[in-house]
């Protein structure tokens, strides 16, 4: 099955600076990679999210990239503020009939003001 | 529109018990999965309905079951609870067939005792 890794598992910046989250993946068949955002005492928010025909996808501070070749994806935000501190989580999943999503662990992102 | 909402949202019960969950998904969502949130396991998936048929399942006892009305709003059963089910169990709809995009509830924190 399904396989993804993220790190790191714990990223702490400074605000206005940038944050990198990684994923990689091991099914080659998998084509759609959503991002989440879990605030504390709330379910994950989904904030971005990249299907395969693409390889960057833009939302204002958000930024993910997706290599096919290498199986790894990323989240990228910029000017980080106060706000975006939260758990984040990449996955990976075949969009179609069978979709059974594989989650990464989760990267808690505190951003210092 | 109204998000998904779960109730109850917190649930403490007893070893042995067993313990009914309840999904509502966005208006006009047809698809809804169900995970399981653990600090040692992550994010795991449950299952998944569509048009009130189960069509996927992830890797969980057959003390986990589920079923989803024809309004689309969903349960979840576990019988015979132990202290390892103790979790956050989280409902997420969807609006396509084949889940994209993917909209989570708040959850419902279940504390087994």
């Known amino acids: 099955g399904e396989n993804v890794e993220q790190h790191p598992s714990t990223l702490s910046v400074q605000e206005g600076d940038s944050a990198v989250i990684k994923c990689t993946y091991s099914?080659?068949?998998?084509?759609?990679f959503p991002w989440y955002k879990q605030e504390l005492g709330k379910g994950p928010q989904l904030i971005i999210d990249i299907r395969s025909n693409v390889g960057e996808k833009k939302d204002q501070r958000i930024a993910v990239t997706l290599n096919k070749t290498a199986k790894h994806f990323s989240l990228h935000i910029t000017e980080t503020q106060p706000e975006d501190s939260a758990v984040y989580f990449c996955?990976?999943?075949?969009?179609?009939?069978?979709?059974?999503?594989?989650f990464g662990r989760g990267t808690s992102l505190i951003v210092h003001p | 529109k109204a998000g998904v909402t779960q109730t109850p949202r917190y649930l403490i019960k007893t070893r042995g018990q067993q313990v009914t969950l309840s999904c509502s998904p966005i208006?006009?969502?047809?698809?809804v999965s169900w995970y399981q949130q653990t600090p040692g396991q992550g994010l795991q998936f449950l299952f998944e309905?569509?048009?009130?048929?189960?069509?996927n399942k992830g890797n969980f006892p057959g003390r986990f079951s589920g079923r989803q009305f024809s309004n689309s709003r969903s349960e979840m059963n576990v019988s015979t609870l132990e202290l390892g089910d103790s979790a956050l169990y989280l409902c997420?709809?969807?609006?396509?067939?084949?889940?994209?995009?993917?909209?989570f509830g708040p959850g419902t924190r279940l504390t087994v005792t």
């Open positions: 099914d080659s068949a998998s084509n759609y």
């Open positions: 997420a709809s969807s609006p396509l067939d084949g889940a994209y995009e993917q909209y």
């Open positions: 208006s006009g969502h047809r698809s």
């Open positions: 996955a990976a999943s075949r969009a179609g009939g069978s979709y059974i999503p594989t």
């Open positions: 309905y569509f048009s009130e048929t189960q069509r």
